[in-house]
């Protein structure tokens, strides 16, 4: 009982996002088993109810008074731009009650980048704050210059192509300047805005980032280097806390199907919690999986078909190019399906969680990225890791089809294949005892143990 009194308060603050949400708590998770009691306080979109074993978890809600509807409606980057408006007083509110309220010390705020409106909070009442990307840090370092090549006229809408977008952008080899997170959801002008704030450390006493030196160190020093601050690189942090965070309910019948089939027989594709897909595409993606020849395990989630609201609606064929070698499941257990042994790879929107969960399985990718930092990834995965397919332009049958054989048949996926258990063994290593994310998170939580703040 002494030692749970004694332990320091850590607030945090999630992006209302499946792709966010995970990370942050299994960092908190992280951060429990080393000693810290845990205060999440998240917005109403997305709410995340805690599981049954979270009694030293404490969760609340920031009073903000945006309709639900537009988080649907608005699209994430204008979303975020409202949300972090909405909440910069209200949030103000809410940690002068917590510290109220608190027995225990709060020892820091550590906030998702693009919550930034938890900086001036932090800030009010002495409390020193953190940033966490959830992203990688190749991701993170695009968009602290996103601006500069901006106005340089290097970066042009992706609705408007032009050859200049195919030519490698300076310091940052291999990416392409149509490789930049460029949002599909919103103008330049507005992403600029958001990446301006998300990049600002402002008062920050360090950075926490979900990604290992293994994979990423030279966009680590990179970050280092210009942010004049601490730089924790922590991941992948699933590979160092469970924690359950589905918004959706998984279907794991996918697994007794598994069960049956054979070592590397199976692809398994999932697009992710918000890419959205155009019935002709879903009809052109069956039909290269189908000519394939190979097995197939296939998330489609309810309202990912634009004007579809799940495959009901689809025409007849679909059925009948799936039924004899796929498996369609509304939301999949995901981890537990890269680690089944019948999975050889991975079609994926290549956003970061994903990435990390794949390669931390050995399981070579495909990757069709849709927007933002997913096109970060998926060059990197092809094109420095070597460990991923990247399909380019529209996505028709014949597409599909020479992507799945290029990853499932022969010699070249074998070859990735066996790069993705190389790295998933430096990943394993990274996060256990003497580690490089192992001895980065030890540093990290030893500061905190030890600072003491002064509050007004």
């Not at 996926?413 to 030890?442: D, Q, Y």
Request: proline share 5%; aromatic share 10%; charged share 25%.
């Amino acid at each position: 009982m002494e030692e749970k009194r004694a332990r320091k308060r850590l607030v945090l603050v999630p992006v209302p996002a499946q792709g966010h949400i995970s990370p942050m708590m299994q960092l908190a998770k992280t951060l429990h088993l080393k000693g810290f009691s845990i205060t999440v306080a998240q917005t109403k979109f997305n709410y995340f109810n805690p599981p049954d074993d979270s009694t030293d978890f404490q969760f609340v809600t920031i009073p903000e008074s945006l309709p639900e509807s537009d988080f649907k409606n608005l699209g994430p980057i204008r979303f975020l731009h409202k949300l972090n408006k909405e909440c910069q007083v209200s949030f103000k509110d809410c940690l002068g009650q917590l510290l109220i309220q608190q027995s225990h010390e709060i020892a820091c705020v550590i906030y998702d980048e693009f919550m930034y409106f938890a900086e001036a909070a932090a800030k009010e009442f002495n409390l020193p704050n953190v940033i966490f990307s959830t992203t990688s840090a190749t991701a993170f370092a695009c968009r602290s210059v996103f601006e500069k090549l901006y106005a340089e006229n290097a970066l042009v809408p992706f609705n408007e192509p032009k050859e200049e977008q195919n030519e490698l952008v300076p310091e940052f080899h291999p990416l392409r300047y149509k490789d930049f997170p460029v949002s599909r959801w919103a103008s330049l002008e507005s992403i600029m805005e958001i990446y301006r704030n998300t990049v600002d450390k402002r008062t920050a006493s360090s950075v926490i980032i979900n990604t290992t030196s293994c994979l990423e160190n030279s966009s680590l020093l990179w970050l280092q280097q210009r942010l004049e601050i601490p730089v924790y690189p922590v991941g992948p942090l699933h590979m160092v806390a469970s924690a359950p965070t589905s918004l959706l309910e998984e279907n794991k019948s996918c697994i007794e199907w598994l069960n049956k089939r054979s070592q590397n027989s199976v692809i398994f594709v999932s697009l992710g919690s918000l890419a959205l897909m155009e019935i002709n595409e879903v009809m052109e993606t069956a039909s290269g999986l189908d000519s394939s020849n190979q097995h197939f395990l296939w998330v489609i989630r309810p309202g990912s078909i634009r004007e579809s609201e799940w495959i009901e609606s689809l025409p007849e064929e679909f059925s009948q190019m799936v039924s004899d070698r796929g498996y369609i499941v509304k939301w999949a257990p995901q981890k537990e399906v890269l680690a089944h042994p019948a999975v050889g790879g991975f079609w994926s929107h290549c956003g970061w969680n994903s990435t990390l969960e794949s390669i931390g399985e050995g399981v070579p990718m495909i990757c069709k990225p849709f927007s933002g930092d997913q096109k970060v990834n998926a060059s990197y995965l092809d094109r420095v890791w070597k460990i991923g397919v990247q399909v380019e332009g529209d996505l028709d049958r014949g597409a599909v089809e020479r992507a799945v054989k290029r990853l499932m048949v022969g010699e070249e996926g074998e070859k990735m294949r066996k790069r993705a258990v190389s790295l998933k063994e430096k990943l394993r290593a990274s996060v256990r005892s003497g580690g490089s994310s192992h001895n980065s998170l030890e540093e990290f939580v030893n500061f905190f143990k030890t600072v003491k703040q002064i509050r007004n």
